[in-house]
């Protein structure tokens, strides 16, 4: 995927599947500096399959890495990873989300909501604005260089313009990508993935406000998520993350606390240093040039 570099591992037993890791490869200039990460992961049936599937990675990865980091998306306490495993400080994932349930009526869902959230959706209705559900490649591709145009002004981590043609190709019946146009300009959208439960929503990005009049649009693109969950009988809608640390006035925490209070914590993403003394050098490196 584009300059990256990942790795998949697999760990079978009997012939049967039971963890498996995508690992990415976070390569350094610098002799024994680079490190790898499994972004959400390993997924495995049973926490035995996971210790297993860990003791085998170090082995299997066959590059002199520092340390090994891993984030799995599981409910904290619910494996006991071995002690020299160590949670990651400042970790790039978040490790709690919120949760909307969409397996309600349409009148007690919309009562849910808070009153200023149900006002910004009602403003984009009254401004005539429509919201379409995309489905073409070409329409993925062109939510990848709106969201990265998007990022590129508010200083957020761009998508690697190579993930748009795999989510068209690969997982076009697992997301739910919708777009809110004035007539034939588009002025928002939002990508959801398809998870187990219902739906995550993953990115969004918005035209800047001279464009849309000042208008809230991405209140309108969440409900019409939830509305979807709900007539395809999925149980929830996960909203994407919560920041515990920077509390309910931060302005992302504060927008989705409109649609729901229920939190979800998960496990924390730890690491295993592999090499000490490069661990060592390292932190010493990003305090000099920080």
Not at 104 to 117: A, G, M
Not at 150 to 174: N, Y
């Amino acid at each position: 995927m584009g300059g990256k570099n990942f790795r998949l591992f697999v760990t079978r037993e009997n012939g049967v599947i039971s963890a498996v890791s995508f690992v990415e490869i976070l390569r350094s200039r610098l002799p024994f500096l680079s490190d790898a990460r499994i972004a959400r992961g390993p997924v495995f049936r049973d926490e035995r399959a996971l210790i297993s599937h860990l003791a085998g990675l170090e082995d299997k990865l066959n590059v002199p890495l520092f340390a090994l980091r891993i984030s799995p998306f599981v409910p904290p306490g619910s494996v006991s990873l071995p002690h020299f495993w160590r949670p990651v400080r400042n970790s790039s994932f978040y490790s709690s989300t919120l949760v909307f349930n969409t397996r309600k009526t349409v009148e007690e869902l919309w009562r849910q909501l808070r009153r200023s959230t149900r006002t910004a959706i009602n403003k984009s209705r009254t401004a005539g604005l429509s919201v379409i559900r995309c489905r073409e490649a070409s329409q993925f591709a062109e939510f990848v260089t709106r969201f990265n145009e998007f990022a590129e002004r508010r200083g957020i981590a761009r998508i690697d313009a190579s993930i748009s043609s795999g989510l068209a190709e690969h997982f076009s019946d697992r997301t739910l990508l919708l777009e809110i146009r004035r007539g034939q300009q588009p002025l928002a959208g939002a990508l959801f993935l398809r998870n187990p439960n219902g739906l995550v929503y993953e990115f969004g990005w918005t035209a800047p406000p001279s464009e849309r009049d000042k208008l809230p649009l991405m209140h309108r693109l969440i409900w019409e998520a939830i509305e979807y969950c709900r007539k395809e009988n999925y149980s929830e809608l996960d909203l994407g993350g919560y920041w515990v640390a920077r509390g309910p006035k931060d302005p992302i925490n504060y927008f989705k606390l409109g649609f729901s209070k229920l939190r979800r914590d998960y496990i924390l993403e730890h690491e295993i240093v592999l090499s000490p003394v490069w661990h060592r050098f390292r932190q010493l490196l990003r305090q000099l040039f920080r």
